[in-house]
């Protein structure tokens, strides 16, 4: 027997489900095409394009209808002589617009062949006169599609420059046009007035899937990932029900169906069944709280701590003041100089912030007045699933038993569901 045999059972095509992979048919975004394909048909018109702002929160299909429909209309100006050419580029983390502007302009010689700029070593000015004498040479029409633009830290000037380069004399007969895809709609507050005004022109925004709408979508990703027969009934409606009561994200959709396949294959099946959706979803979450007691500092580590051993003893929700006193025993428990309670109290905001604190706003009147208290947000079995795994000074190997054994004696989660433990 090889030591190394292909499964065959449960999976035909497991890259459907990655992230990379594109789907040729777009579900439950009917409404949204339609109309996001009415503020593109001035390009076909050969008028000048309208700057579109396109909004939502992540995994509601932004990226991916919006290459559909571009793709579309290259074939549909091919089709009817229209010049265009699409410029799409994905913001990084903290990028400004001068990194922006290169990664743009990069992007456009790289079509036409041409060597690329290195992203040090000019000024903002050289950058936008390079990209209109580019766009010159090219003509017709250009759209510049920006995702993540919420990632640009300071994006007025791109915003600004771009859409005006014609008004300004600054290209001869090019039209140029902007998509810009955020996550956060709040993202065009700080804008100038101008790039604001600009930007929010032409808005259209994606709203979380419903149910159906992620039924939809998992269905017919199913068809092409799974062989026949192999999910049970009722797999895919219990994943849609979770994520349309989470965030309605077809990303964390998709995530669960996979992940439910490997605990299928793992466990050698020739199913899918609810009770493997059920491992999955505790698995994906407690990745999920790993990441994120991962990236946090070590002080509102502490802090988390803090929330959590008040827990373990079933006192939370719990004020700030009796955290404090907590998060200060916990310091010295580590050898580790505590911070002044205002200071602490912001590490319990962030943290509620990023969802691993529930806070709840108190007010008790004019006598007991306005006050603050917070659990834990993930359910405690997984947050010690999560804890479990990662490494870190903080919640290290006798903090973690230590909260362990308090959970059990305080019958706050049973022997049967620490299963992770070794
Ligand atoms: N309506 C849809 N039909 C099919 N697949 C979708 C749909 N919406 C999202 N997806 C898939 O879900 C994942 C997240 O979508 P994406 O477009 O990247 O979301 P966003 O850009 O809004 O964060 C991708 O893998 C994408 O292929
Ligand atoms: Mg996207």
Redesign the pocket.
């Known amino acids: 027997m090889p030591r190394f045999t292909p499964e065959t059972s449960i999976f035909d095509n497991h890259d459907v489900l990655d992230?990379e992979?594109?789907?040729e048919t777009?579900?439950?975004?009917d409404e949204e095409i339609e109309q996001y394909q009415e503020y593109l048909q001035p390009v076909i018109n050969g008028w000048k394009p309208k700057n579109i702002f396109l909004y939502?929160k992540?995994?509601?299909?932004?990226?991916?209808?919006t290459e559909r429909l571009l793709k579309d209309l290259q074939d549909s100006a091919d089709q009817f002589d229209v010049p265009l050419s699409v410029i799409k580029i994905t913001c990084d983390n903290q990028s400004s617009s001068y990194q922006a502007a290169v990664k743009l302009l990069n992007e456009l010689l790289r079509q036409r062949d041409q060597p690329t700029v290195p992203a040090t070593g000019y000024s903002q000015q050289d950058i936008f006169d390079k990209l209109w004498s580019e766009i010159d040479k090219i003509g017709g029409t250009i759209l510049f599609v920006m995702d993540e633009i919420d990632n640009i830290s300071s994006p007025d000037d791109i915003l600004y420059q771009i859409p005006r380069a014609q008004k300004n004399n600054y290209v001869e007969d090019a039209r140029l046009g902007i998509i810009a895809i955020s996550?956060d709609y709040s993202f065009t507050e700080d804008l100038s007035p101008k790039a604001k005004s600009t930007l929010r022109e032409t808005e259209l925004h994606?709203s979380a899937y419903d149910a159906n709408e992620l039924i939809a979508?998992l269905e017919?990703r199913a068809d092409l990932a799974f062989h026949e027969g192999v999910i049970n009934e009722g797999v895919i409606e219990r994943i849609a029900a979770i994520v349309a009561q989470e965030a309605g994200d077809?990303?964390l959709a998709?995530d669960l169906l996979l992940e439910a396949g490997e605990i299928a294959v793992r466990r050698d099946s020739s199913t899918v069944s609810l009770d493997d959706v059920e491992r999955a979803e505790e698995f994906l979450e407690s990745n999920w709280v790993s990441s994120a007691v991962k990236a946090i500092s070590s002080q509102e580590q502490v802090s988390l701590a803090s929330v959590v051993f008040a827990e373990c003893n079933g006192d939370t929700p719990s004020r700030t003041k009796d955290l404090y006193r907590q998060y200060c025993a916990i310091c010295e428990s580590i050898s580790r100089e505590p911070t002044t309670s205002r200071q602490m109290r912001e590490h319990l905001n962030e943290l509620a912030f990023q969802n691993l604190l529930h806070k709840h706003d108190k007010n008790e009147g004019i006598d007991g007045g306005r006050y603050y208290t917070f659990e834990l947000e993930p359910d405690m079995k997984t947050f010690l699933q999560a804890v479990y795994r990662i490494e870190s000074r903080v919640f290290d190997d006798v903090f973690v038993e230590k909260l362990i054994s308090k959970t059990l004696q305080n019958s706050i989660v049973s022997e049967s569901e620490l299963d992770f433990v070794d």
């Open positions: 992230e992979w594109t789907p777009i579900q439950g975004r939502g992540t995994g509601v299909g932004k990226t991916v209808v996550n994606f979508i017919h077809a990303r998709m």
